[in-house]
């Protein structure tokens, strides 16, 4: 049992009661340690990764259904489902299940008598079904509903109704109460019918759907008791529901299998009531059932590849007439919207085949018609295209841009189509910028060795699209000068932005810009500064529109937002605070989404300290500091007086340590020179006479100085054998510079390099420095 390895689909029951595909892989019976039990695993047959590791308990109710289904539920709502490639595979998995269960895979019943609780077991005998007639419609009606509440009495019910072809029997007396116009038997088999579907029982639903007796269900389903006159649900799906083939299907049993399928989903969907939190389980086995209808529809239609062709030539053929064209688009959407039940590796099969077929280029020429039907089916097929590969559409666009124009490009006709929408609400253009901001998004755009999606895209988005899409906005704020540039078509976008209709345009376009700011930093910013985009938004503030107005002060909220110097050099040299100020000011004292929208972002660069953006709003609006219901613009004038205050005690610090340095350096200098100058001094001098040979006054000697010498005052012997110094500079350090050194701090302020510079020219000059004394201590 634990070396018999069989191919499996696993699905997981999501909380919306679809049933979501996992992965596919190879299952097998196995002993795991860690759970100190037999359990059910299932690995990945790409990489071998562990899919599935269930313990079976015995407790666990285990379903098998359809011959390669299993389903069991480990907690309420979460349920698992293996569906098994043959019937084989199943049926050992099956037998496996049981015997660690201790029961018997024969038996149909699945709660073992052993561990039925007695007073169940004793209330199960109670069940037993009237004889099939007019006169116990009733009581039959009444048993079905009681047991709903009871999973082992809705067990025991669901295996009575299997047998003696009771549900064909009750069908028969739908037929007779209907043509009695018996009402009463006619609601009773109304709640009849909705209890055995909410018997949840998988065999019983093959039953009811069955091609003899589905539209019997329907018939009984449609005497409600709560309405005064029944529905002609029948005669809608036998006469305006027609099944249309746009190519003729010569598969017999696919036929039949689409047919089951729209009732059953017409069925779930109209005719049974959504139910409550209490409920939900009642009806997951009938969205099982539709689920994997859907999975083998589509299944099906994937191996016919003739068939696909010719849809395809159908679709691409010119010739082909709107009506057809609808058609041919219609199945496409219900194809896609059946897709989304295979499992990742049989999807990533279907769309690369159609792919391949051309899909792509299809869409294109279908959406660029003008017949709305048919454009609104293509975008529904371009969004399950777009949520299933981003990367494959970005793919397309770039082949395309190396063999056509601008004004062909998909994308561009996709902006065309935005901008161009008539619909007073722009129901297409909203959805088409969603589509738009997906291809935009560098979160879904891949990184190879060889290549850089996020790079190649968006560079080439800038350069061929981006003009297309700010066109309205450039044309709205400009006037006549909107035409200039490389803007396509810019003369149909001059309306008023007090246009509604042009306002709900501006408003998509701005909140796309506002997506491109936050995720496309480089390319966006180069763009802004370069078109002075901020400026022409600004503009907006204008419109009577208070939802555009919003929506402009929200993208220059987020530039501010990135804290980027450039961004706010850019907004302090193009004076763009006075738009969001003035219509501040105009507001008022009203207290509405305007107001604080405005007074958040000037909340948020008092918060954040943005230095350069704070002395520019306090130094240029001093209008904003009467407002006083909120501290906020108190607060950026306070923040002003810190930072200016900051900044003079570092002027001032600065000023001393260069006082410092300067008056070290001069005497350094000195000392250097005297030094130099007394070592020459004494290589020169005569020696002195003898002490009878001088005379008897105290006089000095002083020694020659050679004419190239600089202008320094060497030392001159004293009375006492020491030497005194007469200098320009004081050695003694406790003396402040001169007013020439004084002056000469703003020089170097102003040219820090100046005093380096000037000191290698002396030192150059000046080679024989130096002073025979100890240096005056000089301290920083």
């Not at 901020?534 to 909220?557: D, G, P, Y």
């Not at 450039?566 to 207290?591: C, H, M, S, W």
């Not at 030497?723 to 350090?733: R, V």
């Amino acid at each position: 049992m634990a070396d018999r390895r069989h191919r499996v689909r696993i699905y997981v029951l999501s909380d919306d009661h679809l049933w979501d595909n996992i992965g596919t892989g190879q299952i097998s019976i196995s002993y795991v340690e860690r759970l100190q039990g037999m359990a059910l695993l299932v690995r990945s047959e790409t990489d071998g990764s562990l899919l599935l590791e269930s313990k079976i308990n015995p407790q666990t109710l285990y379903k098998k259904q359809q011959g390669v289904l299993i389903i069991w539920y480990e907690a309420e709502n979460h349920g698992m489902a293996l569906s098994f490639q043959d019937i084989a595979g199943c049926r050992e998995i099956w037998e496996g299940i049981c015997q660690v269960q201790g029961k018997d895979p024969t038996v149909k019943d699945p709660l073992d008598k052993s561990e039925r609780p007695v007073e169940k077991a004793d209330t199960s005998t109670l069940i037993k079904l009237p004889v099939c007639e007019l006169n116990t419609l009733e009581q039959i009606a009444n048993l079905v509903t009681s047991v709903l509440a009871s999973p082992i009495l809705r067990e025991r019910l669901a295996r009575i109704l299997e047998h003696d072809n009771y549900i064909k029997k009750l069908l028969q007396l739908f037929h007779t109460c209907e043509d009695q116009q018996n009402t009463q038997g006619l609601h009773h088999l109304h709640d009849i019918i909705k209890g055995i579907l909410s018997l949840n029982k998988t065999t019983l639903l093959e039953i009811l759907f069955s091609d003899e007796c589905i539209m019997d269900v329907v018939g009984c389903l449609e005497y409600d008791p709560a309405l005064a006159q029944p529905k002609k649900h029948r005669e809608f799906l036998t006469q305006n529901a027609k099944f249309k083939e746009v190519v003729p299907i010569t598969d017999s049993e696919l036929r039949k299998k689409i047919h089951q399928t729209y009732r059953v989903q017409y069925i779930y969907d109209i005719l049974l009531p959504a139910p409550s939190m209490f409920e939900e389980n009642f009806l997951s086995s009938l969205t099982t059932f539709i689920f994997f209808n859907k999975v083998e529809i589509v299944s099906m239609l994937q191996e016919d590849e003739k068939f696909l062709f010719q849809v395809f030539a159908q679709l691409k053929d010119e010739t082909t007439d709107n009506d057809k064209r609808l058609e041919l688009m219609l199945f496409f959407k219900d194809f896609f919207a059946f897709s989304q039940t295979l499992e990742p590796h049989s999807k990533d099969m279907l769309f690369k085949t159609l792919t391949q077929l051309g899909i792509l280029p299809a869409l294109k020429m279908v959406m660029n018609m003008s017949d709305l039907q048919i454009k609104t089916a293509a975008t529904d097929i371009f969004t399950y295209l777009m949520e299933y590969s981003p990367s494959m559409i970005r793919a397309f666009i770039m082949q395309e841009a190396e063999k056509r124009e601008d004004e062909d490009l998909f994308i561009n006709m996709i902006i065309e189509q935005i901008v161009g929408d008539t619909d007073p609400e722009l129901g297409g253009a909203f959805h088409l910028v969603g589509l738009l901001r997906c291809l935009l998004d560098p979160d879904n755009m891949l990184i190879t060795i060889n290549t850089c999606e996020r790079s190649e895209f968006l560079n080439f988005f800038y350069k061929h699209c981006m003009h297309n899409l700010i066109a309205p906005l450039l044309a709205t704020t400009s006037g006549s000068k909107c035409g200039e540039g490389n803007i396509v078509g810019s003369d149909k976008y001059k309306h008023s932005s007090n246009n509604y209709q042009t306002a709900q345009l501006l408003n998509l376009i701005l909140e796309l810009l506002i997506f491109c700011v936050q995720h496309h930093t480089y390319y966006i910013k180069h763009y802004i500064l370069s078109n002075d985009l901020l400026r022409r938004v600004l503009m907006l503030t204008e419109s009577k529109h208070t939802f555009l107005l919003l929506c402009a002060i929200r993208f220059m909220r987020r530039m501010i937002g990135l804290k980027d110097e450039l961004y706010n050099r850019y907004i302090i040299q193009g004076n763009l605070f006075e738009p969001v100020v003035k219509a501040l000011l105009d507001n008022g004292t009203r207290y509405n989404m305007l107001n604080s929208a405005i007074i958040e972002l000037f909340e948020y660069i008092r918060v954040e300290n943005i230095k350069s953006l704070v002395v520019h709003v306090v130094e240029n609006y001093n209008v904003l500091q009467s407002i006083e219901y909120v501290k906020t613009f108190k607060g950026l004038k306070i923040k002003y007086e810190q930072e200016k205050h900051r900044q003079n005690q570092i002027r001032e610090n600065l000023h001393s340590m260069l006082y410092s340095k300067i008056l070290c350096q001069g005497v350094s200098v000195l000392d250097m020179k005297e030094e130099v100058g007394f070592n020459e001094d004494m290589k020169d001098a005569v020696l002195p006479p003898l002490e009878n040979d001088f005379p008897d006054d105290d006089t000095f000697m002083e020694t020659e100085v050679s004419e190239n010498e600089d202008k320094v005052n060497l030392p001159k012997r004293t009375s006492s054998g020491g030497f005194k110094f007469s200098s320009c500079h004081s050695a003694n350090p406790d003396v402040g510079p001169s007013s020439e050194d004084r002056s000469s701090v703003v020089d170097v302020l102003d040219n820090p390099d100046t005093e380096e510079n000037e000191n290698n020219e002396e030192n150059e000059n000046n080679e024989e420095t130096a002073t025979p004394r100890k240096r005056p201590h000089c301290s920083s």
